[in-house]
């Protein structure tokens, strides 16, 4: 039986370990960055992060959670630092590295350090997000990596959130450390000529972890809405700290226009609902407001809008119409051509068909669809089926319909976007 003397105690206890991890979310970065500045070993820095996380743990509870927990974090990750260097040989010219020597008087030292870190720490997370994104990494390393570092999330966390292993996870992004070890990858902000790449690389690797929670590629879940939080609280620091970037706030305005549907995207059962038949009074007005606001300052920051900044203008269009009826299908159809001489693409092309044959009909779309069906990079590709008997359904021909989506459904990897589609298929043959 639980002592109901001791009640009170468990309860405070839970709740600041609830405070402790959410400071440690919204701060990990933070101190992972700063940390690495000192030590140049990321591997380092997080373990330290970590004896961080742990002495919070210990005294918290005791003292409660302080006025200014991620300073807190920041010190004791500091002081773990200098006990790491005092106690080991390579101490000394470890910390000539960062302009310290371990012969002065030990509280000097690490009031010295203590100031250091704290020059620019925005600029840290800043470092912190390109080294993870490098390109001189293979993509999901970026991915894995980008989680780790700049979400905070733990190793079995990420291998969840993509159906992994937690060994295949693991080993990816000790494999990132190791490669950005070896290469000697300066921690800092690019600048330059290969500055445009590098951004490139970093909101590639943003899109791509938001993708993957807005239409899991596989799993029984049509959507990861953890994928998506972390992608969108990425993007809002990154917005923060890269103001002048147009395309960040681009992606950032995209991701929020998106996820503002996320509620209606499925009904009670979890199976997926197309755009056109969705409640749009689910739809997150706070997100539409913060998406079409981003928008806006990407289409005004100097310089031409981007891929992310257009695909955003296209999500705008869904955001503003009240009705599915009132969506400008005429304006997608254009942005998508726009986007198409951006980045050429099939797939962009597909998107474009569906935009068409909402604004001029499935007839003239399906032309468009079937020239596509000749690209060997879509062959295999379950949209460009379920897009081609969406099209024949409309015209009547339900028996080419019914193959068609039962194509689909052969190709996806996603259990709960297959059972949609066989129903669709299933529909055909009625």
């Not at 681009?250 to 409640?279: F, I, T, W």
Request: charged fraction near 25%.
């Amino acid at each position: 039986m639980t002592d109901p003397a001791q009640e009170p105690l468990a309860a405070h206890r839970a709740e600041t370990d609830r405070a402790i991890n959410a400071v440690w979310r919204s701060e990990h970065a933070r101190v992972v960055a700063g940390l690495t500045r000192i030590v140049r070993d990321i591997s380092l820095a997080e373990e330290l992060a970590q004896e961080a996380l742990l002495a919070a743990l210990k005294s918290w509870p005791q003292t409660g959670v302080p006025r200014n927990p991620g300073a807190w974090l920041m010190q004791a990750g500091k002081r773990k630092a200098i006990d790491y260097f005092r106690h080991r040989k390579m101490a000394t010219g470890k910390l000539e590295e960062v302009g310290r020597s371990l012969e002065d008087d030990v509280a000097d030292t690490e009031t010295r350090l203590l100031d250091q870190l704290d020059d620019d720490v925005g600029d840290d997370v800043l470092r912190l997000i390109f080294t993870s994104c490098h390109p001189v990494l293979p993509p999901e390393s970026r991915v894995a990596l980008t989680l780790r570092l700049i979400g905070g999330l733990t190793t079995e966390e990420i291998a969840r959130a993509f159906l992994a292993n937690d060994t295949t996870i693991g080993q990816r992004i000790v494999r990132a450390k190791r490669t950005i070890a070896d290469a000697g990858l300066p921690f800092e902000v690019p600048s330059g000529t290969e500055r445009k790449d590098r951004v490139a690389s970093v909101l590639g690797v943003l899109y791509l972890i938001f993708n993957e929670g807005y239409s899991a590629t596989t799993g029984a879940d049509w959507m990861r809405p953890q994928l998506c939080d972390e992608a969108l609280r990425m993007g809002l620091i990154l917005a923060k700290l890269m103001p002048e970037e147009a395309e960040v706030h681009g992606l950032l305005a995209l991701m929020q226009l998106q996820h503002s549907r996320a509620a209606a995207r499925v009904n009670a059962a979890g199976e997926p609902v197309l755009l056109p038949e969705q409640d749009r009074s689910r739809w997150n007005a706070d997100l539409i407001a913060d998406g079409l606001r981003a928008l806006t300052r990407a289409q005004t920051v100097e310089g031409q809008s981007g891929p992310y900044t257009v695909q955003a203008a296209i999500a705008a269009c869904h955001a503003r119409a009240s009705r599915a009826e009132d969506t400008d299908w005429g304006q997608i159809a254009a942005l998508y051509a726009l986007l198409n001489q951006m980045t050429p693409s099939p797939v962009i092309e597909l998107n474009r068909a569906v935009a068409i044959s909402m604004s001029q009909g499935p007839a003239a779309a399906l032309l468009l669809v079937d020239a596509l069906s000749e690209t060997p990079v879509l062959a295999n590709y379950h949209l460009l089926y379920g897009v081609r008997g969406d099209l024949l359904r409309r015209l009547g021909r339900h028996e080419e319909a019914n193959r068609e989506f039962g194509k689909a459904a052969e190709l996806t990897r996603n259990a709960r976007e297959k059972a949609f589609l066989l129903a669709r298929a299933a529909e055909e043959t009625g």
